[in-house]
Each structure stands twice: as structure tokens, then as C-alpha cells.
């Protein structure tokens, strides 16, 4: 099992930046391939960016293409989100998200994820 802490949260105008981190502690970090998720008030949580286990692949929800990037530090055991060029619409609780696996790739599934921190806010001011 995997505990995971988001952290960076927080207020930015449109236009800024924020980065996430995940820390997880547990077991090997490197046995879990990452992602990041999002919900916004009154709406379903939604995939934002996946990251595999040794960090060599990545996948993005098209809204976050070219803007966010995933990235990790196995050695210590932490994932990132950078956010850049901030939208209003990019307001959320942001989750980060942890699947044990032994496929080498990413997943946008929300099911596949069995192991959830407990958020950290996001608003964007226009």
C-alpha cells in the first residue's frame, strides 16, 4: 500500500503558474504508475495527466496538452504536476493517483487507480 500527500496548491490569476507535488511513501514507488486527476464543483473527476513507472512515457487530457506537464523522481518518490498558462476553468481539487502494475504504460483510467491522495485546490482568478 501507498500513502500519497499532494502539495502546491493554491490562488494564481489567469495566465500564471502552479506545480503540484505528490509525495508517496510505502511501498516502491517505482512499482506505481501516476496520474493526476481533477474535479471541479458539480462536475465528474477528470483525467489531467499520466505518468508510467520509470517516467519514460506521458499522456494528457487534450485541455491540458502543451500546457501541464507530469513529470517524477523515483528517488524521491514524488510526481509533479507543472501548470502553466492557467485558465479560470482550469479550477479544481487536483488528486494525485497511484496504480501498482507491472505494464510498462500510462492509464487515463480512473478505475485502474487504486490509491488516492486527499487533494489540494486550484483557483484560477480571471
Known amino acids: 500500500q501507498v500513502q500519497l500527500v499532494e502539495s502546491g496548491g493554491g490562488w494564481v490569476q489567469a495566465g500564471g503558474s502552479l506545480r503540484l507535488s505528490c509525495a508517496a511513501s510505502?511501498?516502491?514507488?517505482?512499482?506505481?504508475?501516476m496520474a493526476w486527476f481533477r474535479q471541479a464543483p458539480g462536475k465528474e473527476r477528470e483525467f489531467v495527466a499520466a505518468?508510467?513507472?520509470?517516467?519514460?512515457?506521458?499522456s494528457y487530457a487534450t485541455s491540458a496538452k502543451g500546457r501541464f506537464a507530469i513529470s517524477r523522481d523515483n528517488a524521491k518518490s514524488t510526481v509533479y504536476l507543472q501548470m502553466n498558462s492557467l485558465e479560470p476553468e482550469d479550477t479544481a481539487v487536483y488528486y494525485c493517483?497511484?496504480?501498482?502494475?507491472?505494464?510498462?504504460?500510462?492509464?487515463?483510467?480512473?478505475?485502474?487507480?487504486?490509491?488516492w491522495g486527499q487533494g489540494t485546490q486550484v483557483t484560477v482568478s480571471s
Open positions: 510505502g511501498r516502491t514507488f517505482s512499482s506505481y504508475r
Open positions: 493517483a497511484a496504480d501498482e502494475t507491472v505494464f510498462a504504460g500510462t492509464t487515463s483510467q480512473y478505475q485502474k487507480y487504486d490509491f
Open positions: 505518468i508510467n513507472r520509470g517516467g519514460s512515457s506521458t
